[in-house]
T-cell receptor, first 114, second 115 residues
Framework: QKEVEQNSGPLSVPEGAIASLNCTYS??????FFWYRQYSGKSPELIMS????GDKEDGRFTAQLNKASQYVSLLIRDSQPSDSATYLC??????????????FGKGTLLTVNP | DTGVSQDPRHKITKRGQNVTFRCDPI?????LYWYRQTLGQGPEFLTY????????KSRLLSDRFSAERPKGSFSTLEIQRTEQGDSAMYLC?????????????FGSGTRLTVV
């Protein structure tokens, strides 16, 4: 089982709709969860972090975390064409001893159609 | 604070040649990470340093790869005898120890193409 799994998509939504991106992770001990946005040819950009169960809202973005189900999601409300990008779920995972590192899923390609 | 800087942005090399990339972290960040990202995949961890000590290496890092961080400042990643499978984006990130839970900030990356 991969440590962080995402539906690879692609996901296509019309402008103004809600885009829903999902992620599961394998390490029950993980405490820190992130969503990165990556435009084609660019490096990943951190857009959301979440640490506690429940929802965290930032503008049009809402991150949701359910540690019991080992599930993280990102909702994008009122999607805009400029939101078209790959969204990467990332989790801080213990890789042994005192080594912790950010571990990524494969990413979900989102296209918002005007 | 100019962010994490990587050089070069793009590199095209012939198979079998050696290449070296450089990463300048945010000043005072004592941890530095290297990741590799191939098309359609998320970034994959390669190695990380705390100050000048290399603390962990992925098994992705074959013996053709070597990374250094002399004096705990900038870091270099060298690939010897490049292969076409090495074509990827190489990403660098830095954090201050203990702040990893706030997420990593990446540099712009170095895109390597091996022909």
């Amino acid at each position: 089982q991969k440590e962080v799994e995402q539906n690879s998509g692609p996901l296509s939504v019309p402008e103004g709709a809600i885009a829903s991106l999902n992620c599961t992770y394998s390490d029950r001990g993980s405490q820190s969860f992130f969503w990165y946005r990556q435009y084609s040819g660019k490096s990943p950009e951190l857009i959301m972090s979440i640490y506690s169960n429940g929802d965290k809202e930032d503008g049009r973005f809402t991150a949701q975390l359910n540690k019991a189900s080992q599930y993280v999601s990102l909702l994008i409300r009122d999607s805009q064409p400029s939101d078209s990008a790959t969204y990467l779920c990332a989790v801080i995972i213990n890789s042994g001893g005192s080594n912790y590192k950010l571990t990524f899923g494969k990413g979900t390609l989102l296209t918002v159609n005007p | 604070d100019t962010g994490v800087s990587q050089d070069p942005r793009h590199k095209i090399t012939k198979r079998g040649q050696n290449v070296t990339f450089r990463c300048d972290p945010i000043s005072e960040h004592n941890r530095l990470y290297w990741y590799r990202q191939t098309l359609g995949q998320g970034p994959e961890f390669l190695t990380y340093f705390q100050n000048e000590a290399q603390l962990e290496k992925s098994r992705l890092l074959s013996d053709r790869f070597s990374a250094e961080r002399p004096k705990g400042s900038f870091s270099t990643l060298e690939i010897q005898r490049t292969e076409q499978g090495d074509s990827a984006m190489y990403l660098c990130a830095s954090i201050k120890k203990g702040t990893g839970d706030y997420g990593y900030t990446f540099g712009s990356g170095t895109r390597l193409t091996v022909v």
